[in-house]
Structure formats: structure tokens, C-alpha cells
């Protein structure tokens, strides 16, 4: 069975730093998707990023970006520049085509500051 | 193009009540997943549908809950009688045709339900 893990509760960063999200997963799959969803106030879950486990080059979506490391079975999300819109809860989730399920962590809540 | 539309956004009812929460995914999209998020928690996968068959309700506690989606467009999940601990959100996501490359799944904003 598939299994993500989201080891930080909570992040704060300041406004225009930089701050790393980390996500592990477990997985005997050797083709399967990773996403960084995004869940603001409002609930609505938005996609932030999307990574092919087949491609080695790590997925970069503005000032968003990933640091995939299949071997060590590890996703981390990297926000730039960060912006008070920011803030939110931050979703690890895995897809495998199947089942065709989204397995999702238990989330990080970054908060940025001004 | 409108997103997923899930209602009603809250609802609040008293235990042992029945309720009732409803989805229309996007247009097109033959994946529906209904997903129930305890608080502080990960969405986790009640039941999913491919047009209107149930290919995975596994973890769809099938004595007091149940979904439909007739026609493979909108869909209703019901829970009767609710309990205490079905306080949660309720998502709803779609997704493209099974098989293609399009593995995004869109959520609509959900319904918060409180049980008292």
C-alpha cells in the first residue's frame, strides 16, 4: 500500500523568502504522479505542481518548484519569493494510474508574514 | 468553464438526522471522487466513480452511507443516520477519461458538516 508522509505541521516564512516543503512517500511502483495541492481558507483544493515519476527532471511552475528524488522516494516543495497569498494548508498527495486513487499527507500549514 | 459545484457549502444537523451532499464535476470529466477531510487531516477517497458505476467504494462505510451518480454527470452522497464523527469536510473532484495522461483532479469547495 501506498503511504505520504508530511513531517512539518507547520511553516512560517517572511514575505520574499524562501521556504522548502518536505513530503516522503513509500511506494513498490515504478510509475505513478506526485502533485503539491494547495488548500486555502475557502477549501478549494488547487493544483500547485505536478511531477511524472518516469521524468528525472524536477517539475518548476513560476516560483514553484520540486525536488524529486526517486530513489530516496522523497517530493519537496520549493516556494520562492513567497507572497502572503501564500498561506495556506500544502497537500502531498501520490497518484498511481492503478488504482487510480489520490493518496494524500496529512499537510503542512505554512503561514507567510509580512 | 465552471469548476466543480458542490452544495450546500454548510450544514448542520443533529445526530441520527440524514443528510445529503450533491456534485456536478466538470463537463466531460468521467472521474467523480468523493472525499471526506477530518479536521487537520488529508482527504481521504470514500468512493470513486467512472461514469456511473462504483469501481472503488471500498472505504465507503456502506451501513449508513451511500452515493449515486446517475447518468455518469452529478452525484449525491448520503449518510443516514449521521453519527458524531461524520463532522467533516465533504469533497467532491472530477477528473479527465480514465487512461489518458490527465491525471489532474479538480475539487470543488467542499461541504462542512457539523453533527450535534
Known amino acids: 500500500a501506498q503511504t505520504v508522509t508530511q513531517s512539518q505541521p507547520e511553516m512560517s516564512v517572511q514575505e520574499a523568502e524562501t521556504v522548502t516543503l518536505s513530503c516522503t512517500y513509500d511506494?513498490?511502483?515504478?510509475?505513478?504522479?506526485l502533485f503539491w495541492y494547495k488548500q486555502p481558507p475557502s477549501r478549494q483544493m488547487i493544483l500547485v505542481i505536478r511531477?511524472?515519476?518516469?521524468?528525472?527532471q524536477n517539475a518548476t511552475e513560476n516560483r514553484f518548484s520540486v525536488n524529486f528524488q526517486k530513489a530516496a522516494k522523497s517530493f519537496s516543495l520549493k516556494i520562492s519569493d513567497s507572497q502572503l497569498g501564500d498561506t495556506a494548508m500544502y497537500f502531498c498527495?501520490?497518484?498511481?494510474?492503478?488504482?487510480?486513487?489520490?493518496?494524500f499527507g496529512t499537510g503542512t500549514r505554512l503561514k507567510v508574514l509580512a | 468553464e465552471a469548476g466543480v459545484v458542490q452544495s450546500p457549502r454548510y450544514k448542520i444537523i443533529e445526530k441520527k438526522q440524514p443528510v445529503a451532499f450533491w456534485c456536478n464535476p466538470i463537463?466531460?470529466?468521467?472521474?467523480l471522487y468523493w472525499y471526506r477531510q477530518n479536521l487537520g487531516q488529508g482527504p481521504e477517497l470514500l468512493i470513486r466513480?467512472?461514469?456511473?458505476?462504483?469501481?472503488?467504494d471500498s472505504q465507503l462505510p456502506k451501513d449508513r452511507f451511500s452515493a449515486e451518480r446517475l447518468k455518469g454527470v452529478d452525484s449525491t452522497l448520503k449518510i443516514q443516520p449521521a453519527e458524531l464523527g461524520d463532522s467533516a469536510v465533504y469533497l467532491c473532484?472530477?477528473?479527465?477519461?480514465?487512461?489518458?495522461?490527465?491525471?489532474?483532479?479538480?475539487f470543488g469547495q467542499g461541504t462542512r458538516l457539523t453533527v450535534v
Open positions: 473532484a472530477s477528473s479527465g477519461r480514465t487512461g489518458s495522461r490527465n491525471t489532474e483532479a479538480f
Open positions: 511506494t513498490s511502483e515504478s510509475n505513478y504522479y
Open positions: 511531477q511524472e515519476a518516469y521524468k528525472q
Open positions: 498527495a501520490f497518484f498511481f494510474s492503478g488504482t487510480y486513487k489520490y493518496i
Open positions: 463537463s466531460g470529466h468521467n472521474t
Open positions: 466513480y467512472e461514469n456511473e458505476e462504483a469501481v472503488d
